[in-house]
Each structure stands twice: as C-alpha cells, then as structure tokens.
C-alpha cells in the first residue's frame, strides 16, 4: 500500500455515505456491482471499511468481493487524486517524446505511474493509445485532452490544474 494511501487510511472512514447506498440495495439480488460502483462514486475509490460493511450488510463473503474488486479494472482500493493525469504511452505519443512528459510530470510533481500526490490533488497514470495518435504526444486530465505537447506546454497545463481547487 502506498504511504498515500496508508494515510488516509488510518483515517476513520465514514461509513454514512456506503451505508445509504446498501439501504437502496438491501432487498436485490445480484446488487454488490452496483453497490460497489455508488461506493467508490461517493469515496472515489473502495476503502477498506466499507468491503467489510459490503460483505456483513449484503451477506457475502470479503474474498468474493475483493475478487470483484481484483478483476474489475474500474475498482481502485487506494484514493486516488481529484486530477486523473493520463500520459498516453502508445506508440505514436512514444515515438513523439511521451516519455519526456513523464518525466516532467514526475518532476513536477513527484509522482509516476499508479502514484498520487499527498494532496490528494493528482494521480499520474501511463495509458495505452488513447485514440489521438494526430495529436501525439497526449495527455489527459481528467475528461480533457491536451495534444502536440512539448515540455513547456505539459508544464504550462500542470501549472493551470495545481492553480484549481
Ligand atoms: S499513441 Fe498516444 S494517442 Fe495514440
């Protein structure tokens, strides 16, 4: 577990927000999908507490939910930032310098794939082609993408997203 996510774990966990969700659920069958999905929608990611509210509420086992956690690329166990940084990696971004936004990335904030700032504020991710191969090399943030980037623009778009709240 990153030093991140560890922080903020040993945070309590409120469990209003994932206890209002089962109460929608508590009568369905087949619910822990969309149970696991309003989750992460009201926290961002799963927090551990509330797999163990899941299973005890719901009257499923903790391994068969962290199955479905496990399989499912759109689960996250760890917080991630309110900024998705997506550094496309694909081989057209590759050959037109990605790995040099990486690194400005990093540089400037401290952080490389998978990780997240202390903030909370960002979560760096390196993608496969993300379908902008003209506009190589891309990134994005979030829903934006921002193409035919150089360092100076990379920073220029870092510099805007860590001036939001
Ligand atoms: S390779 Fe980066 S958008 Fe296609």
Not at 124 to 133: N, S
Not at 139 to 146: G, K, Q
Not at 150 to 157: G, L, R
């Given at each position: 577990?990153s030093?991140?996510?560890?922080?903020?774990?040993?945070?309590e966990?409120?469990?209003?927000?994932?206890?209002?969700v089962?109460?929608?659920?508590l009568?369905?069958?087949?619910?822990l999908?969309?149970?696991?999905?309003?989750?992460?929608?009201?926290?961002?990611?799963?927090p551990?507490p509330?797999?163990h509210l899941?299973a005890?509420?719901?009257?499923?086992?903790?391994?068969q939910?962290y199955g479905?956690?496990?399989?499912y690329?759109?689960?996250?166990l760890?917080?991630?930032?309110?900024?998705?940084?997506r550094v496309?990696?694909g081989t057209?971004?590759?050959?037109?310098?990605?790995?040099?936004?990486?690194?400005?990335l990093k540089?400037?904030l401290?952080?490389?794939h998978?990780?997240?700032?202390?903030?909370l504020?960002?979560t760096?991710?390196?993608?496969?082609?993300?379908?902008?191969?003209g506009?190589a090399?891309v990134?994005?943030?979030?829903?934006?993408?921002?193409g035919?980037?150089?360092?100076?623009?990379?920073?220029?778009?870092?510099q805007k997203y860590m001036?939001?709240?």
């Open positions: 577990m030093e991140v996510a560890e922080k903020v774990q040993e945070q966990v409120d469990l209003t927000g994932a206890n209002q089962i109460d929608k659920y009568d369905m069958h087949g619910a999908m969309p149970v696991l999905q309003e989750i992460q929608e009201v926290y961002g990611y799963i551990e509330t797999v899941v005890e509420r719901l009257n499923v086992y903790t391994s939910i479905v956690l496990t399989f690329a759109q689960f996250h760890e917080p991630r930032g309110k900024y998705i940084v496309c990696m057209a971004c590759h050959v037109k310098g990605a790995g040099r936004i990486a690194d400005t540089e400037r401290g952080i490389g998978a990780e997240t700032t202390e903030d504020k960002f760096a991710e390196y993608v496969a082609c993300i379908g902008a191969c506009m090399p990134i994005m943030v979030n829903d934006a993408t921002y035919s980037l150089s360092v100076q623009k990379m920073d220029d778009v870092i001036k939001m709240d």
